[in-house]
């Protein structure tokens, strides 16, 4: 048996002002740091030993993973940062205005790009060029759908945290809306069409008990 606490970041300058954000990198707001400080409080009467978290490459995820270590005083278990946890890449609505969106392209359009499984939303012209990810031979994408990220997710979720917690080592995620609806999807068995009706809060953690087989016990969403 181990537990696995999933937890979107707090409340970024673009949650705040509406805005697609993808794999563009934004602070936190103050209100973000207090949810981050929040939720650190009530991981910690959750009273679970981490031995490993596990973040993005984007800064308003790594600043709230760090923001909940301090609170439970376990800023000494290893932390791996991965571009494969990096919210969906939405192209080149990233940087604006969800409201203007709507209003080009109508509803049904903006819910499609922004909810479904597998709709791509209008790709960039030419992917940027991030140290980040030139450094290990990642080369940015110009848009994904959430199936495409999906993908990504499931990867590393094999290859980095399903072994551990099959060892018995509880795991600590903090990540982005996108990515963390993907790992939901898979982790409650929740089909294609049903996705687009999952949310997933700005710094609320959701606990996972999984058996020995990695099947889920309980589910608490605080």
């Avoid at 707090?10 to 209100?31: C, H, M, Y």
């Avoid at 973000?32 to 009273?47: P, S, T, Y």
């Avoid at 409201?99 to 790009?113: M, R």
């Avoid at 609320?204 to 008990?209: A, F, G, L, R």
């Amino acid at each position: 048996m181990a537990y696995l606490v999933l937890m979107r970041h707090g409340e970024s300058q673009a949650n705040r002002d509406n805005i697609f954000t993808g794999w563009n990198d934004v602070p936190l707001t103050n209100k973000g740091i207090e949810q981050a400080h929040k939720a650190g409080k009530f991981i910690k009467n959750l009273d679970i030993n981490f031995t490993d978290v596990h973040t993005s490459v984007l800064m308003r995820a790594i600043d709230t993973a760090h923001i909940v270590l301090k609170e439970i005083n376990q800023e000494y278990i290893n932390e791996h940062k991965t571009w494969h946890l990096n919210e969906r890449h939405y192209g080149a609505l990233r940087g604006q205005k969800k409201i203007n969106i709507k209003k080009k392209y109508g509803e049904k359009q903006f819910k499609l790009w922004r909810r479904s499984f597998d709709s791509i939303p209008p790709l960039l012209d030419y992917p940027d060029d991030d140290l980040r990810y030139s450094r290990i031979g990642i080369k940015e994408p110009r848009g994904e759908s959430l199936k495409m990220a999906y993908i990504r997710i499931l990867n590393y979720w094999i290859d980095q945290i399903a072994p551990k917690l099959l060892d018995g080592h509880n795991q600590l995620l903090v990540a982005h809306g996108s990515t963390l609806r993907a790992l939901v999807k898979y982790l409650d068995n929740i089909s294609d069409q049903d996705i687009d009706k999952v949310e997933i809060p700005n710094g609320e953690p959701i606990i996972y008990k999984l058996d020995d087989n990695l099947n889920v016990i309980s589910k608490i969403i605080k």
